[in-house]
């Protein structure tokens, strides 16, 4: 008796390390079709004899009014080799394919889902669809299943403590793209093969387009950098507290700001003003091929299709000033990941990417290197210096720099109060190797949660004072590191 | 005589042939079951690999940590992390450089 299959067979899919991340597993159901049973009393008689639990009567009923009918579905292979042993031509033994996700929610954004015709309908199973339905050897990505956990399992715990609406994680090598981890809060567990349809299930780290404020700031002092317009020491004089631009005020978040200060001070304090002058200086044009050259004003590549478009961004002089410092600029965490990438890794483009490739792309060099050795040391500074806004993730042992950026939400004809708190981080910076990208979408502050300063001084603090980055998305950068980072420093660098 | 050994020739052939086409059809029957069982095998450690992915997984292994070994498995700070090298009948301990400050 031959067993017929069905056509729902696809490729597994592994992480770097060779773990399952999906797999397609085969079982047997048992169906019966009535016309050809010869002898009902006997074959109920043999089959009690090898399920003695089963409901019989629903059996004799099904024997005399159904044509065909599965009598057990996904048997053992013991109770499969006893049915088939009975040798009865009405017994048909059919093998079904299913399609199991071992970590549930944990790859759920990157892996995506099937629908019940076999077809990929998110994620990767949608991109890849083709090639699952034909591969022979699983499918590896660059993701690792552990790091993947960890990340995942303390942005689950600062989604709570900050009752955000929904938060995402990159962590990426920035030499060549292969992203480790990427996480996106609410997620949902592809074995259920629900409808998602809902946005709040919206991918936040690649789909998401959202308005990240001073992370972008950033982006015009390298562009500087880029032009050599200006130097880290270059000084910035009587920088007033509020400038006006077509009517609307642009002020400094920070009115204690100094007036005078040099280009690394603007980023390390973070000044709005200070970063509108860098802009004006590097002017529009220059600006605009800078942002373009590292990938954030257009759609990106990438190995799933839930990849978000910036909107489109109407330049002129008041824009520039405004881009200059992130407002009213949009694009996606992962387009964050990417650009701050190439800036810190000595101006060599980058393609964030899923799926391991033997090949490796030829380097293409499109910044000055210069580029990289000056914002390092400042990137550096924000994390260290008692100035910069991210020193609660100054986690002892990783070189950890990067910059915050704390954005109100855009709603139709202006802003509301819900916030987008972020936090782009590279480490170590001495010779970078990641870049982290963490987002918190709407987060709130929380009275009772305790702060450790990461300055030596052993002190705690309890509560959110402000609901910025750097107490938000800092401190839930810092903590992942902590995780993370053994296994970083010892699985994935080399030694010596 | 030449006849006999001409005979005695073509009868060897086909005796040959069909020796070596039986062995052959032995050969083909047993590399037949053999791939069979590689399959087989092959679904087997699938079946069983996926299983040890799951248990050892980090979710059941911090499960498993919690449930036996509560304080004794503690952080490790990356600074206490050290290689070990044996170089020329010699162990020699040196730091993990992770970063260059």
Known sequence: ?496 | MKKFSVIFLILSLILFTAIVKNSTKRIEDMIFVLKINIKDLGKDFENIKLEYDYLSSTEKLLEFQSLYFDNELIKKDIKEIKIINWKLNKLKIEPLKFVNE
């Not at chain 1, 972008?216 to 950098?225: C, D, N, P, S, Y």
Request: proline share 4%; aromatic share 10%; glycine share 6%.
């Open chain 1, 1 to 496: 008796m031959n067993i017929s299959t069905n056509n729902l067979y696809r490729a597994d899919i592994v992480d770097r390390n060779n773990k399952y991340l999906v797999k397609t597993v085969s079982s047997i159901d048992i169906g019966i079709s009535t016309k050809k049973v010869i002898d009902k009393k006997k074959l109920i008689l043999n089959l009690k004899y090898i399920f003695p639990d089963k409901d019989y009567s629903s059996v004799k009923s099904k024997l005399e009014n159904k044509n065909f009918f599965y009598f057990e579905k996904k048997i053992s292979e013991e109770n499969y080799e006893k049915i088939m042993q009975l040798g009865d031509k009405s017994i048909q033994p059919e093998e079904k394919l299913t399609r199991v996700y071992p970590e549930k929610n944990l790859f759920s954004h990157i892996i995506g889902q099937i629908d019940n015709d076999n077809n990929g309908i998110s994620g990767l199973e949608k991109s890849l669809d083709e090639k699952l339905k034909k591969a022979q050897d699983p499918i590896k990505l660059t993701v690792d299943k552990d790091i993947q956990y960890l990340i995942r399992d303390e942005l689950l715990r600062f989604n709570e403590i900050f009752s955000a609406k929904g938060s995402a994680a990159i962590l990426m090598d920035v030499n060549n793209g292969e992203i480790l981890s990427l996480v996106s809060l609410p997620d949902f567990d592809p074995n259920k093969r629900e409808k998602i349809s809902d946005v709040k299930f919206i991918n936040r780290a690649t789909k998401g387009v959202y308005e990240f404020g001073s992370v972008f700031k950033t982006f015009t002092l390298a562009a500087a950098f880029d032009e050599k317009i200006i130097e880290p020491q270059t000084e910035f004089i009587d920088l007033p507290k509020t400038l006006t631009c077509a009517g609307f005020p642009i002020r400094e978040y920070d009115n204690k700001i100094p007036s005078n200060l040099t280009a690394e001070q603007i980023l390390v304090r973070s000044g709005n003003i200070g970063s509108v002058r860098i802009g004006q200086k590097l002017g529009e044009e220059k600006f605009r091929l800078f942002l373009s050259k590292i990938g954030i004003l257009d759609q990106i590549i990438f190995d799933i299709e839930e990849v978000g478009k910036p909107i489109k961004f109407n330049w002129g002089k008041c824009p520039l000033a405004t881009a200059s410092f992130g407002h009213g600029i949009t694009t996606t965490l992962i387009q964050l990941a990417k650009a701050y990438s190439i800036i810190v890794n000595g101006g060599y483009n980058v393609h964030p990417k899923l799926i391991m490739s033997p090949k490796k792309n030829k380097k293409q060099k499109i910044l000055n290197e210069e580029v990289s050795q000056k914002i390092l040391p400042i990137l550096r500074k924000i994390v260290t210096t008692k100035e910069g806004t991210a020193s609660l993730a100054n986690v002892n042992g990783y070189e950890m720099g990067g910059k915050t950026g704390t954005a109100q939400k855009s709603i139709r004809g202006g802003y509301s109060k819900k916030k987008v708190n972020s936090f782009v981080s590279v480490f170590p910076t001495s010779k970078p190797k990641f870049v982290l990208a963490v987002m918190l979408d709407e987060p709130q502050t929380n009275e009772d949660y305790i702060y450790h300063y990461r300055d030596g001084s052993n002190i705690k603090y309890k509560g959110t004072p402000f609901n910025t980055a750097g107490w938000t998305t800092v401190e839930a950068t810092g903590q992942i590191v902590e995780k993370i980072g053994p296994i970083l420093a010892t699985k994935y660098s080399e030694i010596n």
